[in-house]
């Protein structure tokens, strides 16, 4: 069987910096992500950051029209040629 | 020129096939587009619009009446001289496809709405002009 080179989308969760623009993006609403911040005062600065909790793709729903690829600004989603889950799911450790 | 008389000009002058029929919801007003081919070329084509309501074509064309029965339907027009009976929908439903007509998806909560962020400030969904 030929590989499908654009099978399922791929999260890279260490880029990702929950920024929702792949959520808004999705035109039939099958993403979802949780996401909570992160305040760091070791540095003696104050610095946030949103540390991903949770981010799913359900692909029911999903038309793979990679308008979320194309938007990511971060790189953090990938087409990916396995073969997709009903349902993806990632949760932080 | 009325829809039907402009029909039946561009039948006499050799487009003699229905390709498709259909409907556009444009600003206020739904707008009835119909395909004609040249059976002898069937590489030209003219399309016919006109707003709705529109008369029944199907004595002109007879393959018209699928299409305007399912126009008739999804849109919520009228087609004078058809009987539109229901195609695919149970009786009584609205027209699914006018854009009044709200996505049963979209009543859902968007996925995009909480700015994790600013979590006081919420989004609303684009295109979506009832929420």
Known sequence: MAMNPRASLELIAENCTSCMLCIRACPVWCLELDAHLEVDESSGRRRSSLALDRFSIDYGTCMMCGLCVDICPFEALEWSSELPPTQFEWRSE | ?131
Not at chain 2, 12 to 19: P, S
Request: glycine share 4%; aromatic share 8%.
């Open chain 2, 1 to 131: 020129m009325s829809w039907r008389s402009e029909l039946q000009a561009l039948r006499d002058d050799g487009f003699d096939v229905l390709d498709w029929l259909s409907a556009t919801e444009e600003d206020d007003e739904v707008v009835v587009t119909a395909c004609l081919v040249r059976s002898e070329d069937p590489g030209s084509f003219r399309l016919v619009r006109s707003p709705a309501p529109v008369e029944s074509v199907v004595d002109m064309f007879p393959s018209a009446q699928w299409h305007e029965r399912e126009t008739a339907e999804m849109f919520g027009v009228t087609f004078e001289g058809l009987n539109a009976a229901p195609l695919l929908l149970p009786p009584d439903s609205p027209a699914p496809l006018r854009k009044a007509q709200p996505l049963p998806a979209r009543l859902s909560q968007w996925p995009g709405e909480v700015d994790p962020a600013k979590p006081r400030r919420r989004q609303d969904p684009p295109g979506t002009p009832w929420r």
